[in-house]
């Protein structure tokens, strides 16, 4: 198929969780604060929309999260400080936060899921095609997912979802996805979508994580979604809609919401919404620093050698 694409720039990242598993550290602290080594982990994912050429930003948000706000604003008197210390280092990395993207902020008053959180940006999305990254999932730099998945959407319009296979006992934590391939080994065609299965009702082992490329029909799906799994208006649901409907449409009116493909991803992924694996995240990228991992890899090997 080909498509006429039109440009992608706006990213949504929807940030309104409350974050109980890490409670009572979240409990006047957004979990998209935590930091990650040294950084928030919330500018680990506005980094990666940027990468890929997403320079706007819309951030879906709740009560109590305004030190997200805060931290991609500018901070003059913390600039003025360090300034007039002469900490140019510090200084640039103040600075950084604020000066990556153009950067909206709207609230979802009544959280009632992915699917509701994704609506609430309709009116900054318009008729254009966005991509959608959730803020627990963090993908390493060096493993350009978003950017495959602009690639694949460009090109054959519709809608797309990132894929990873999980073990088949995990898969009840995801939605999940039925496919067949295409001529791209990384890419495959998307004909099912289940939200959390059970396992033995899953479909595959394919699971999906927080990364979409979305068309914007997609927004009159999700004004008539029901309520899915557990009460909430599933993102998931609304895509397997626009999957069906463009397998059974004969018109190019009906096909007008485009297919669903899938991007597998074999690359670092680090889930900073489980509270050991947000540890084994802080870990993983501390060892890999050129500042910090000689000196805490040395500590690291020396500690399991003489604790564990």
């Known amino acids: 198929m080909t498509h006429?694409?039109?440009?992608?720039?706006?990213?949504?990242?929807?940030a309104a969780g409350l974050g109980t598993r890490f409670l009572p550290a979240t409990k006047a602290t957004p979990k998209e604060m935590l930091p990650v080594v040294d950084k928030p982990a919330i500018q680990y994912v506005v980094?990666?929309?940027v990468a890929a050429g997403l320079s706007d930003v819309l951030m879906v948000t709740g009560r109590n999260k305004r030190p997200l706000e805060d931290h991609f604003d500018r901070n003059y008197e913390l600039e003025q400080a360090l300034t007039r210390k002469g900490d140019a280092g510090r200084l640039a990395?103040?600075?950084?936060?604020?000066d990556l993207a153009t950067m909206h902020y709207v609230r979802q008053g009544d959280p009632k899921g992915l699917g509701h959180a994704v609506l609430c940006a309709a009116p900054h999305i318009g008729d254009q095609?966005?991509?959608v990254l959730l803020g627990d999932d963090l993908i390493d730099p060096r493993d350009p997912l978003l950017a495959r998945m602009v690639e694949v959407q460009e090109r054959e319009g519709g809608s797309v979802v990132a894929l990873m296979e999980v073990d088949p006992e995990q898969i009840h934590l995801y939605g999940c996805a039925a496919v067949e391939p295409t001529g791209d080994s990384d890419v495959v065609k998307v004909h099912d979508l289940v939200e959390k299965p059970d396992t033995a009702?899953?479909?595959?082992n394919y699971a999906i994580i927080g990364r979409y490329v979305l068309d914007p029909a997609v927004f009159g799906i999700l004004r008539r979604t029901e309520p899915g799994r557990g009460g909430e208006i599933q993102l998931t649901d609304a895509l397997q809609h626009l999957s069906a409907a463009h397998r059974a449409a004969t018109t190019?009116?009906?096909?007008?919401?485009g297919p669903v493909h899938g991007v597998i991803f074999k690359g670092r992924r680090y889930d900073t919404g489980d509270r050991g694996d947000y540890l084994r995240a802080i870990v993983r990228l501390a060892c890999e620093r050129e500042d910090l991992g000689?000196?805490?890899?040395?500590?690291?090997?020396?500690?399991?050698s003489e604790e564990m």
């Not at 990395?93 to 604020?98: D, H, I, M, P």
């Not at 009702?201 to 595959?204: H, K, V």
Request: proline residues 14%.
């Open 129 to 131: 095609p966005f991509a």
């Open 252 to 257: 190019p009116e009906e096909k007008a919401g």
């Open 4 to 14: 006429s694409p039109s440009r992608i720039t706006k990213a949504v990242i929807p």
């Open 47 to 49: 980094e990666e929309a």
């Open 294 to 304: 000689p000196d805490f890899r040395t500590w690291l090997r020396r500690y399991v």
């Open 93 to 98: 990395k103040v600075q950084e936060s604020s």
């Open 201 to 204: 009702d899953a479909p595959s």
